[in-house]
């Protein structure tokens, strides 16, 4: 990716509010970057898009394609439906505009090619919001390099959390569980951040997976609410990931706070652990190589707050200095294949290679 001239400020639009929750936490984070602005949105649905233009203090457009002809925008972060997102993401390489794109990344693996090929076309920089963990995670990776629990040899992944909402508090989950909207269900949903983490982490492709899925506690539902794989790498490496909507709400007519989530990452290694946790303290335990006894190094951080810019700041800082993101379109296109590789073995209740 070549050096982009250097603007200030980095004009930034939103292009859809499906997935609500992170273009939301876009917009409260941009109010501390000082080289960025959010200068408009769009979405179809005008109450939902009122509440958000106004609540930012951004133009507001229902038409995707009309905002890219009127705004000047540097960088746009698509949070549509994942039926949308190939196409949007193709288009705005086209136009040049560097990208955050939302997760899972597509309906299909021929969209995601035609997403990899438009982009490293266009020679645009793009964050997929699935590599999200790369950042969150970033301080763990030197430290097993270095040693410091041996080499992985196993890892764990938990995310258990409540049925995803088409909207704040609306209790209903709406597109999230539409087939012709997503790929799949909660295992895609929140599973495929930690695909691509655990890639990260063990440094080595995913060979072959045996996975299954249900609907355990949503039954109702035209796609899963649970899914668990079992992921075995090419340097040996073995590990499981739980995905699922199966945290129950305290009422029936609302949904459960996402505080209540079970998220855990356990890292077991020749000579040691690391465990890795959100809403709950300790945050992070270590068992390190030759220790005594555990060390707790800080407690859980407070659920979804400060709102920060994290994605949009690294994907800004790539720019500007010519560095390719730390997960690209391409890292997502992979984990996207390991996530139906799992949906294949599911299906045919086999294990699969990738």
């Not at 990776?141 to 959390?161: D, F, M, N, Y």
Request: hydrophobic share 45%; glycine share 8%.
């Amino acid at each position: 990716m070549t050096r982009a001239k250097t603007t200030r400020p980095w004009r930034v639009a939103v292009l859809g509010l499906g997935h609500w929750y992170s273009a939301y936490g876009l917009a409260r984070g941009l109010a501390e970057h000082r080289d960025a602005q959010l200068v408009a949105a769009a979405w179809p649905d005008a109450a939902q898009l009122d509440a958000f233009a106004s609540t930012f203090g951004v133009k507001a457009y229902s038409d995707y394609d009309e905002l890219l002809r009127r705004e000047s925008v540097d960088i746009v972060h698509i949070a549509t439906p994942v039926s949308e997102i190939a196409d949007l993401t193709v288009r705005c390489a086209q136009a040049g505009k560097h990208l955050i794109v939302g997760k899972p990344m597509a309906m299909t693996l021929d969209d995601a090619d035609r997403m990899v090929q438009a982009v490293e076309r266009a020679d645009v920089c793009c964050f997929p919001l699935q590599g999200l963990m790369r950042l969150r995670l970033a301080d763990l990776k030197p430290r097993i390099e270095a040693g410091e629990i041996g080499s992985i040899v196993v890892l764990h992944q938990t995310c258990r959390w409540s049925i995803a909402e088409d909207w704040f508090r609306s209790g209903r989950p709406g597109w999230f569980v539409d087939p012709n909207k997503v790929p799949g269900g909660a295992f895609i949903d929140e599973g495929i951040y930690w695909i691509d983490a655990l890639r990260w982490l063990t440094g080595s492709e995913v060979v072959d997976v045996d996975g299954r899925v249900a609907n355990l506690v949503h039954k109702e539902l035209p796609v899963e609410d649970w899914g668990q794989a079992t992921l075995t790498f090419a340097n040996g490496v073995v590990a499981t990931l739980e995905a699922s909507w199966t945290i129950n709400a305290p009422r029936t007519t609302g949904p459960s706070p996402k505080y209540n989530s079970v998220v855990r990452l356990e890292i077991v290694g020749t000579r040691g652990e690391i465990h890795e946790q959100w809403f709950r303290a300790p945050g992070r335990a270590v068992l390190a190589a030759g220790a005594a006894d555990w060390v707790f190094e800080r407690q859980s951080e407070e659920p979804f707050a400060p709102a920060t810019a994290a994605p949009l700041a690294h994907l800004i800082d790539c720019v500007e200095h010519g560095r390719q993101p730390a997960a690209t379109i391409r890292d997502a296109r992979t984990a996207l294949a390991v996530a139906f590789a799992v949906y294949r073995s599911a299906r045919e209740r086999r294990r699969v290679p990738v």
